[in-house]
């Protein structure tokens, strides 16, 4: 199994990202998909997470600005991000075949590489 993630960068307060999560040797369209972040200093943790049905959770902090979404055909899952702050500031890793169960995140042992992002104030 591979998760290449990409396209993490610098952005300022306010702007937005795109992150891409392609994935291989797995049988994508059937497989839930997760976005998690790590800030300095903090565990890792949930930002988003998509069902293979397309049913998505998110994390509180992240409502209303991120939107994750997948393409099957291209075995890969989106993570858009508007409205960027300073604390969104973390390494995010995708990773596939985890679930949400009663409110809390289980993620899998299958995780991509992680992909910077950092929003400057």
């Known amino acids: 199994v591979q998760l290449q993630a990409s396209g993490g960068g610098l952005v300022q307060a306010g702007g937005s990202l795109r992150l891409s999560c392609a994935a291989s040797?797995?049988?994508?369209?059937?497989?839930?998909m997760g976005w998690y972040r790590q800030a300095p200093g903090k565990q890792r943790a949930l930002a988003a997470h998509i069902t293979a049905a397309g049913s998505t959770n998110y994390a509180d902090s992240v409502k209303g600005r991120f939107t994750i979404s997948r393409d099957n055909a291209a075995n890969t899952v989106y993570l858009q991000m508007n409205s960027l702050k300073p604390e969104d500031t973390a390494v995010y890793y995708c990773n596939a075949g985890g679930r949400i169960w009663g409110g809390t995140a289980y993620p899998s042992n299958v995780w991509g590489q992680g992909t910077l992002v950092t929003v400057s104030s």
């Open positions: 040797g797995i049988i994508f369209s059937s497989t839930a």
